[in-house]
């Protein structure tokens, strides 16, 4: 039966129960390690990346998906008729969106290729928004519209507790990291209008902590809100603390905590951590 079926890539932080429901396929993204390469969500999980890049010779390297396997995905979805939404991570930490574009080019499926500006939990949000629309009769452009509603009320924080895959995957200068290091310097990231963006630095632990007070009195205090997620890379301490202080005023807020896929670990380096919400 001809619909409107949803594909994005594996950023994306969807749980198997919310890819069961809605029918959405995962393009993955791959990740080398040591010369060995990885599929998320095939050959590698989210929870045995972060004891493999421990481990690893070198900072590992991470691929977008080549456009053969959007391009099979669509032609394969639209053999029925439907047409498909692509949704994707952020173009500003990954060239994904153009290859999915280029494969929309490619295929006789009718494509419609939509950035999210995100990623992990606050991409799903997105999805599962337009799914609802879709799985009520809407169209793909009111899919999208309440994609960008629900991204203009998102808010994407990101705790970097270690520089050192900043500086190895040199997005900060060997000089500025080992400075960083030396000092104990821990940063605090947001997300925000497709970029990210430094919102805090400061020496220690308790300089992350007194920021994620701040962020979570914003939240405790502004619109109602609707979903959360936590994401990590071996961030369990910093993941309870946000827990317990998050449930004292939100105690029915169902929150979805994950090791984040390895394309995003590779970049935030160990003991990072992040929250994503999104309000009415």
Not at 36 to 47: F, K, M, P
Not at 65 to 92: Q, W, Y
Not at 147 to 173: E, P
Request: net charge negative; proline share 3%.
């Amino acid at each position: 039966m001809a619909k409107i079926k949803i594909v994005c890539d594996s950023s994306a932080g969807l749980t198997d129960e919310e890819i069961k429901k809605y029918d959405i396929t995962i393009i993955p993204l791959s990740v080398m390690i040591d010369g060995t390469v990885y599929v998320e969500r095939e050959t590698i999980t989210n929870e045995q990346f972060p004891e493999m890049m421990k481990n690893a010779k070198s900072l590992p390297k991470t691929s977008q998906p080549p456009i053969g396997k959007f391009v099979d995905a669509f032609d394969k979805l639209g053999e029925d008729g439907s047409e498909v939404l692509c949704v994707t991570m952020m173009e500003s930490i990954s060239g994904t969106v153009h290859a999915a574009e280029q494969a929309a080019g490619m295929t006789k499926t009718k494509v419609t290729v939509y950035d999210s500006q995100t990623t992990d939990r606050a991409m799903a949000f997105q999805i599962i928004e337009a799914a609802k629309v879709i799985e009520n009769g809407g169209s793909v452009q009111e899919a999208i519209e309440r994609m960008k509603y629900i991204f203009d009320h998102s808010k994407v924080y990101l705790a970097i507790d270690n520089l050192d895959n900043l500086v190895a995957g040199g997005r900060i200068s060997k000089f500025a990291g080992a400075l960083s290091n030396l000092l104990n310097i821990k940063v605090m990231l947001q997300i925000a209008d497709g970029q990210i963006h430094i919102i805090m630095k400061g020496r220690g632990k308790k300089a992350l902590h007194k920021e994620w007070d701040r962020i979570l009195n914003e939240m405790k205090n502004g619109p109602k809100v609707m979903g959360a997620g936590i994401s990590h890379v071996e961030g369990n301490s910093e993941v309870n603390r946000l827990l317990t202080k998050i449930k004292a005023f939100e105690p029915n807020l169902d929150i979805v905590v994950r090791e984040t896929v390895p394309i995003i670990a590779t970049h935030t380096g160990m003991g990072a951590c992040c929250l994503l919400y999104y309000t009415e």
